[in-house]
């Protein structure tokens, strides 16, 4: 069962990348036509296509490789300055430009003179290459707020779920070990299991953070602490000691490979439930989502060597480790067959589609080609150029020439296909696993 279970997980999660690839390249499309663009190709995929169907002007089809797609749109750039787009050069880096330009022009039709992309303006080639990872923001945002608000969030519950019988720094090989150890102060004061704390130290408890937070700063302090038992409230005493405890973000939750700070310590774990975010939380949540992932985005470089000895010498996985398409296809699979109520199994799957989406779009933005970030880029760059010629009364520089970048693309595209191999390998040999 738990095999099948993680079968149906890895299906479920590629057909949701599938509609998210297909959605990214829609939002190309419709702008591209909206412009009057012509568009021979929208195809899912890569490799040998599998299916097709020509509806009007454009061929639309699915090919083997799900994990990608492009739309092929004439005239993506100008003729060169002699006013050709045949390859004529013997220049290795020459002909790299030029076997772009000539790739652009392939499907030139009579009649297509006035519908190449570049020859539109520049606020319009801006709105074609970014209406596709806009359109996965839109996706991400739709399916963060279906996850966060429909099906709720886990959240830890000011409700003991268990107590700890010692102190044991965090820091420690073994924690459970108790051997010459104190006593924990929640066992000392006889906090038990199923118990809901509803006063610490006179402040009324509506949340575990809010308990948290409390119990951290009340180090070396005795407390009163009001707790629901069995239908009645019991006050009992606590001595909060110090210990070494793991540095928590702004939500309560532990921060990865932190350094260990001093708290205050009363050793009881807390129950979790699943709530249901309000909107206003749930944007305030995916704000802070966008900015871990856009910090996760310039951190990946420094990542590199660690994923090298995860393939090399075994070393195993961060929580915070890149993972690839293959990866988060195994985390999908890993979901389902958790032992969770199947509620969460679906809000799990979408919470990971929301985050490969948003993740989508963060990473297509970057200014660099041959992502779409680099096409606007270079649209802006024109539009400066030509207003500013504009201004002081210059002559029309022209297109700017996003051929002439080409070398350039195919260094970073280089480099982007031996990150996206490296991560693979690191999936399939030491892959990230999840409880």
Not at 115 to 128: A, E, N
Not at 211 to 224: E, G, H, Q
Not at 336 to 350: E, N, W
Request: with cysteine.
């Amino acid at each position: 069962m738990s095999t099948a279970m993680t079968v149906l997980g890895i299906v479920v999660f590629f057909v949701g990348l599938l509609f998210s690839i297909a959605w990214h390249e829609l939002g190309h499309l419709s702008t591209a036509k909206l412009f009057r663009i012509r568009v021979p190709q929208y195809m899912v995929g890569f490799g040998p296509t599998i299916w097709s169907r020509k509806k009007g002007e454009t061929e639309y089809g699915v090919k083997a490789i799900p994990l990608g797609g492009y739309i092929r749109m004439i005239g993506m750039f100008p003729p060169g300055a002699d006013g050709r787009i045949t390859k004529r050069s013997s220049s290795p880096w020459r002909s790299m430009i030029e076997d772009a330009r000539e790739a652009s022009y392939e499907e030139l039709l009579p009649g297509d003179e006035d519908r190449l992309f570049y020859t539109r303006k520049p606020w319009k080639r801006v709105i074609v290459m970014f209406a596709g990872p806009f359109m996965n923001l839109i996706l991400a945002f739709v399916l963060f707020l279906v996850a966060m608000m429909g099906f709720g969030m886990a959240k830890s519950m000011p409700v003991v779920s268990s107590v700890s019988q010692c102190v044991v720094p965090v820091t420690a090989p073994d924690r459970n070990n108790c051997d010459n150890a104190p006593q924990s102060p929640a066992a000392v004061a006889g906090l038990q299991p199923k118990d809901r704390i509803l006063s610490f130290d006179g402040d009324r408890i509506s949340t575990y953070q809010q308990l948290s937070n409390d119990i951290r700063n009340s180090f070396n302090r005795t407390v009163p602490i009001v707790v629901q038992r069995n239908g009645a409230q019991l006050t009992l005493t606590a001595h909060i000691t110090e210990n070494k405890l793991a540095k928590l973000d702004k939500y309560g939750d532990p921060i990865p490979n932190s350094q260990p700070v001093s708290a205050g310590f009363l050793g009881i774990t807390p129950t979790t439930g699943v709530v249901p975010l309000s909107f206003s939380d749930s944007i305030t949540r995916m704000t802070d989502l966008a900015d871990s992932g856009l910090h996760s985005l310039a951190a990946l470089p420094g990542k590199v060597p660690a994923l090298w000895d995860s393939v090399v010498k075994g070393t195993p996985r961060q929580a915070d480790s890149p993972v690839g398409m293959v990866g988060a296809a195994r985390v999908g699979g890993q979901m389902f067959s958790l032992p969770l109520p199947p509620s969460q199994k679906v809000a799990a799957m979408i919470t990971l589609l929301a985050g490969i989406n948003l993740s989508l779009f963060l990473f297509n933005m970057l200014p660099l080609l041959p992502l779409d970030g680099g096409h606007v880029a270079g649209a802006l760059w024109e539009s400066v150029r030509r207003n500013t010629a504009r201004l002081f009364r210059r002559p029309d520089p022209g297109p700017f020439d996003v051929a002439k970048l080409m070398p350039v693309a195919y260094v970073v595209a280089s480099i982007f296909i031996g990150f996206t191999l490296l991560v693979m390998i690191a999936d399939v040999i030491n892959p990230v696993k999840i409880s």
